[in-house]
């Protein structure tokens, strides 16, 4: 399953959250509400991601409601954020100007629901990427910021930037770049190294042929 974890919350304040698995997510986003409600403006819209480990907290702010979800670090951005924007758009239409007021917890058995099925219809169906690819490269790219994790937890554990996870792939893929363009270089001297192998063994056929036509190795028969 690609997405395992799901919260919408109003500043610090939990609204609902599902997490499909037993995991400290809770309590890790927890931490990050903390974290970035800490010196800012609850208004402020903004798209970012925590790596932690082989997962990823993406979190998207709109309008002062915060929806986060915790994705397999393979499971890239695209989708998580397709996710993100799915849920605030449903929970907004919910529950309306009720979001204002409401206290902790006061949607999670009703909107609990709604995570868990979308958290399966995003991760399982294939239909989920084609359609987010179709509403364009959108919310993901405007403003996702890379923090790391490592200021909001406060513990130990191998905690990685994403930024450095994507310079790694960049590497890798310009070691890869020149490695195909050595092997396509190989491969074509291979080529011509064939081809005059192929040449000099006709040319060395045909002679000891005409060598045994015209008798001799100087080939004076045939050139009377």
Known sequence: MGILYAMVARGQIVLAEFN?????????????LTKINQGSNNNDDSNVSFSHDRYVF????????????????AFGRMVPF??????????????????LSAPAYAMNDEFSRVLNQQMEY?????????????????????????DNIEKVLE???????????TSAMNNNTIRFK????????????????LMVALIITSVVIIYIILAFICHGPL??????
């Open 20 to 32: 499909a698995n037993q995991s400290n997510a809770s309590s890790v986003a927890k931490q990050i």
């Open 58 to 73: 993406h979190v998207k702010r709109t309008d002062g409601l915060t929806v986060l979800c915790m994705a397999d670090d």
């Open 82 to 99: 397709a996710f993100l924007e799915d849920i605030h758009k449903k929970f907004v239409k919910t529950y309306g100007r009720a979001i």
């Open 122 to 146: 995003y991760s399982n169906d294939p239909n989920a990427d084609r359609l987010n690819r179709l509403k364009g490269e959108m919310t993901q790219v405007r403003t996702v910021m890379i």
């Open 155 to 165: 513990r130990g554990g191998r905690l990685e930037l994403l930024a450095e996870k």
């Open 178 to 193: 020149r490695q195909s363009r050595r092997y396509k270089n190989n491969m074509w001297w291979s080529n011509v190294r």
């Open 219 to 224: 080939l004076t028969s045939c050139w009377r």
